[in-house]
C-alpha cells in the first residue's frame, strides 16, 4: 500500500498567520491527492483534489501544490474557522490511503 | 444535495458479527461507486472499503479483508458493510462516503461501533 507521510503532526498558529502542511507519499501518486478537513465530531470535508484544484465553495484562502511524491497544503490568512485537522489522501491505487493527520491550534 | 445516513452502530462483543447500513439520497446512487472509511476514537482516517456502482468490483483494506463485506443494494438506495470476526481494534467511527472520479465529496455523519466483551 502506499503510505502517506504528514508533517507536522501538529502546530499552532494565530489568526492571519500562513500555514504550510506537507504530505509525502511513499511513491509516485502523479496528483492524485486531496486534503481534507475535520472538525471534531464532524464528518471530513474535501477542500482540494488532484493536488491544486479547489473544490466548490472552499474559500480561496486554501491552495495546494506539487507533484510526485510531495504535496503542500498551503492557508494563506488562517481563519477562526480554520482550526481543525487536516489529512491528505492518496487514489493513485485502489488501496485507498490517508496520512495520519495534521492539527492545526490556535496560539 | 448528497445526504448520506449511516445506521447499525452500537456495542458487540469480539468474535461476533454487525451489519452497517448506508441510506442515500440527492443523486443517483446506482451511478456511483460507494466507500467505508472508519475512524477509531481519537485516531486518524482509515479506508475500509469501496464497491464500484453496480457491485462487480469490491476492494479491501488489508486489516478487513476476509472479515468484512461490502455490499448494496441499488434498488434501495442503500449500501451494507457486513463485519464479521470483530475485534476490539475495529472500534470506530464508521462513515460510508460517495465515491466517483473525485471520491469523498459527500459523506455521513458516522456510526459508532464499540467492540468489547
Known amino acids: 500500500d502506499i503510505r502517506m507521510t504528514q508533517s507536522p503532526s501538529s502546530l499552532s498558529a494565530s489568526v492571519g498567520a500562513r500555514v504550510t502542511i506537507t504530505c509525502r507519499a511513499s511513491q509516485d501518486i502523479s496528483n492524485s491527492l486531496a486534503w481534507f478537513q475535520q472538525k471534531p465530531g464532524r464528518a471530513p470535508k474535501l477542500l482540494l483534489y488532484?493536488?491544486?484544484t479547489l473544490e466548490s465553495g472552499v474559500p480561496s484562502r486554501f491552495s495546494g501544490s506539487g507533484s510526485g511524491t510531495d504535496y503542500t497544503l498551503t492557508i494563506t490568512s488562517l481563519q477562526p474557522d480554520d482550526f481543525a485537522t487536516y489529512y491528505c489522501?492518496?487514489?493513485?491505487?485502489?488501496?485507498?490511503?490517508f496520512g495520519q493527520g495534521t492539527k492545526v491550534e490556535i496560539k | 444535495q448528497v445526504q448520506l445516513v449511516e445506521f447499525g452502530g452500537g456495542v458487540v462483543q469480539p468474535g461476533r458479527s454487525l451489519r452497517l447500513s448506508c441510506a442515500a439520497s440527492?443523486?443517483?446512487?446506482?451511478?456511483?461507486?460507494m466507500h467505508w472509511v472508519r475512524q477509531a476514537p481519537g485516531k486518524g482516517l482509515e479506508w475500509v472499503a469501496r464497491i464500484s456502482y453496480d457491485g462487480s468490483n469490491k476492494y479491501y483494506a488489508d486489516s478487513v479483508q476476509g472479515r468484512f463485506t461490502i455490499s448494496r443494494d441499488n434498488s434501495k438506495n442503500t449500501l451494507y458493510l457486513h463485519m464479521s470476526r470483530l475485534r476490539v481494534g475495529d472500534t470506530s467511527v464508521y462513515y460510508c462516503?460517495?465515491?466517483?472520479?473525485?471520491?469523498?465529496?459527500?459523506w455521513g455523519q458516522g456510526t459508532l461501533v464499540t467492540v468489547s466483551s
Open positions: 440527492g443523486f443517483t446512487f446506482s451511478s456511483y461507486a
Open positions: 488532484g493536488a491544486s
Open positions: 462516503a460517495k465515491g466517483g472520479v473525485i471520491s469523498f465529496r459527500g
Open positions: 489522501h492518496q487514489y493513485s491505487s485502489t488501496a485507498w490511503t
